[in-house]
Antibody, heavy 120, light 112 residues
Framework: EVQLVESGGGLVQPGGSLRLSCAVS????????MRWVRQAPGKGLEWVSI???????NYADSVKGRFTISRHTSQNTVFLQMNRLRVDDTAVYYC??????????????WGQGTLVTVSS | QSVLTQPPSVSGAPGQRVTISCTGS?????????VHWYQQLPGTAPKLLIY???NRPSGVPDRFSGSKSGTSASLAISGLQAEDEADYYC????????????FGGGTKLTVL
């Protein structure tokens, strides 16, 4: 059974850092694209970052240069290091496993989410 | 402002059929990129509802169907049930952005 469990969220001051983890079971993180998606309170979904099966990465413009996605093969875990956090980074952060069609990818499994609150 | 445009809300009575539109442009849906739909029940994580325009994952009732034409896509829900009350999001790919996937702004379905 595929499971994704996020952790690491919490309250942090503006300018601070947090590292989110997404522990995976039922598949290998190196065999699928893995994506972080966030949802600000009362708002819609926004993609944050992706790590491809080959290890390359991509980021939304809003987090580029501040966030870093990585993975640990033996722990079967994906991470999101978030630095220089801003108030508008406040959101529930979801980890998702991606599947790809011939033209685009979609998230076929999601974690339960972890809340990040950036506030002074 | 989302790249993909959805109506903020739709509603219907139990048993009725509702549709949710997702309008894009020539750099996303109109360019031939597939559309996917997610259902988010209150207080829960999103769940894949429709993938590659019209395919249902195992366990999704056939009351849910998807279609795509031109620069738009639609999600149809027939035989509306109270448990269908949720937020629905479309997603595709946009070739004009530095990122890759784009989401619609979401549609709140209310079952009257």
């Amino acid at each position: 059974e595929v499971q994704l469990v996020e952790s690491g969220g919490g309250l942090v001051q503006p300018g601070g850092s947090l590292r989110l983890s997404c522990a995976v079971s039922g598949f290998n993180v190196t065999s699928h694209y893995m994506r972080w998606v966030r949802q600000a309170p009362g708002k819609g979904l926004e993609w944050v970052s992706i790590i491809y099966s080959g290890g390359s990465t991509n980021y939304a413009d809003s987090v580029k240069g501040r966030f870093t996605i990585s993975r640990h093969t033996s722990q079967n875990t994906v991470f999101l290091q978030m630095n220089r956090l801003r108030v508008d980074d406040t959101a529930v952060y979801y980890c998702a496993k991606e599947m790809c069609s011939r033209s685009s990818c979609y998230a076929d499994s999601w974690g339960q989410g972890t809340l990040v609150t950036v506030s002074s | 402002q989302s790249v993909l445009t959805q109506p903020p809300s739709v509603s219907g009575a139990p048993g009725q059929r509702v549709t949710i539109s997702c309008t894009g442009s020539s750099s996303n849906i109109g360019a031939g990129y597939d559309v996917h739909w997610y259902q988010q029940l209150p207080g829960t994580a999103p769940k894949l509802l429709i993938y590659v325009n019209s395919n249902r994952p195992s366990g999704v009732p056939d009351r849910f169907s998807g279609s795509k034409s031109g620069t738009s896509a639609s999600l149809a829900i027939s035989g509306l049930q109270a448990e269908d009350e949720a937020d629905y999001y479309c997603q595709s790919y946009d070739s004009s952005l530095s990122g890759d996937v784009v989401f619609g702004g979401g549609t709140k379905l209310t079952v009257l």
